[in-house]
């Protein structure tokens, strides 16, 4: 099983930037971050796969950008222009898929333990 770990969690004004950074133990065919803010469900927000292809939540697109190294097992998300909405707990991922098909919110089934992003106006 994949063990993941989260880094790199803070609290900024509307407007700042955060990286946030993972340690996988291993990769799955599909890598990812998720968020939930307290009283909603959790979303994706960003995945990459074992291509490098990488798909994002319309709410972050252009701003947040995903990227990987080590064959995967680092995982890392730039966040800027961040927005008192993206006030969340971001939780690393990963998950498989069938190959050469994309990454959905379905594939992943490993979840790290989660880093709080406080973003205040």
């Known amino acids: 099983q994949v063990h993941l770990v989260e880094s790199g969690g803070g609290s900024v004004q509307d407007g700042g930037s955060l990286r946030l950074s993972c340690a996988a133990s291993?990769?799955?065919?599909?890598m990812g971050w998720f968020r939930q803010a307290p009283g909603k469900e959790r979303e994706g927000v960003a995945f990459?796969?074992?291509?490098?292809?990488?798909s994002y939540a319309d709410s972050v697109k252009g701003r947040f950008t995903v990227t990987e190294d080590n064959g995967l097992t680092t995982l890392f998300l730039q966040m800027n222009s961040l927005k008192p909405e993206d006030t969340a707990m971001y939780f690393c991922?990963?998950?498989?898929?069938?190959?050469?098909?994309?990454?959905?919110?379905?594939?992943?089934?490993?979840w790290g333990q989660g880093t709080q992003v406080t973003v205040a106006s």
């Open positions: 991922a990963a998950g498989q898929a069938t190959y050469g098909s994309a990454c959905t919110d379905r594939n992943f089934n490993r």
């Open positions: 291993g990769h799955g065919y599909c």
């Open positions: 990459i796969d074992i291509f490098g292809r990488t």
